[in-house]
């Protein structure tokens, strides 16, 4: 099959289509409940990023976007735009970043550097006039171990990269690949952007139904914990809802008014924090 990223000749020439596929796989009761959050325990050989894949099978991105409120650090979620090619994909594991400029040797060059597991994020600025990732790219991603590829930019193949079934994010489809070349930075391996975010190897990558979203690794199981708890809380709450307690006596909305009234600066999260509420984080 053709390749529709590589183009080894001056920007000139135009570039020989390239099918570089890229199919990343993966895949609560009254506010105040003290009750701990129910974790995976960690065992003696089990890893920061192990425990981010075994831990997110049973989070959401919206979770971990809240525990990130909460954890005051920035929520540096991908654009709504970016979704996965197949629904209901997951994908967790850490950013191996690629800066694409009109060919594929920069992602065969990040496979070299990848360990099994890490995740393939192709900035291509968002470009809508020409796909980036195609068919060759997703089986030798899948080949080199990794989770998933994750385009900010198009892809192509896509019949062929559903096959290969490896998970998928981008901006959509499009028959062409590059037609140019350009100067390569010599950042293209060390960070990626991806919308008005810069992630790099010292960042995660979680994506599902709801988009993509970027954590720090740093004390990355303090804040799966937290997102535990907020999970925790949601579930009690919703079970209480459709057992017929409503979400406003949970989290006495009414106190909240009568408060408000007296001290107008007070705001719903403020009361939210004080009653272990987690609706908004």
């Known amino acids: 099959m053709t ?3 590589e183009n080894t000749e001056a920007p000139s ?90 060919s594929v040797d920069v992602f065969l060059e990040a496979f070299e550097g990848a360990d099994p597991g890490d995740v393939l994020v192709v900035d291509n600025a968002g ?5 980036c990732v195609g068919d060759l790219v997703a089986l030798e991603a899948r080949i080199a171990g990794l989770a998933g590829i994750v385009i900010w930019g198009l892809h192509r193949d896509t019949a062929d990269l559903l096959a290969i079934g490896l998970p998928v994010f981008s901006l959509g489809a499009l028959p062409t690949g590059p037609q140019r070349l350009d100067p390569r930075p010599e950042d293209a ?5 991806v919308g008005e975010w810069s992630v790099g190897r010292d960042d995660l990558v979680v994506a599902d139904e709801d988009g993509a979203l970027f954590l720090p690794a740093a004390g990355i ?8 708890t907020i999970r925790d809380t949601e579930h009690r709450q919703a079970d209480r809802i459709r057992a ?22 007070l705001t719903f999260r403020d009361h939210l924090r004080a009653v272990g509420g987690a609706i908004e984080e």
């Not at 199919?23 to 959050?37: H, K």
């Not at 006596?249 to 009234?261: I, W």
């Open 3 to 5: 390749d529709a990223a």
């Open 13 to 102: 020439t135009t570039a020989t289509p390239d099918r570089s596929g890229t199919p990343v796989a993966t895949a609560p009761t009254t506010s105040t409940d003290t009750t701990a959050p129910t974790t995976t325990p960690l065992t003696p050989t089990d890893t920061p990023l192990n425990a981010l894949r075994s831990r997110f099978a049973a989070l959401t991105t919206a979770h971990l976007a809240d525990a990130c409120i909460r954890a005051r650090i920035p929520v540096r979620c991908a654009p709504t735009a970016l979704r996965a090619l197949q629904p209901g994909t997951r994908l967790a594991g850490r950013v191996v970043p690629a800066r694409h400029v009109g």
């Open 127 to 131: 470009r809508s006039d020409e796909a």
């Open 189 to 193: 391996l060390t960070s990626a952007t």
């Open 221 to 228: 199981e303090a804040l799966l914990t937290l997102a535990e």
């Open 244 to 265: 017929g307690v409503s979400l406003r006596s949970q989290v006495g909305f009414d106190t909240y008014l009568a408060a408000r009234r007296l001290t107008p600066s």
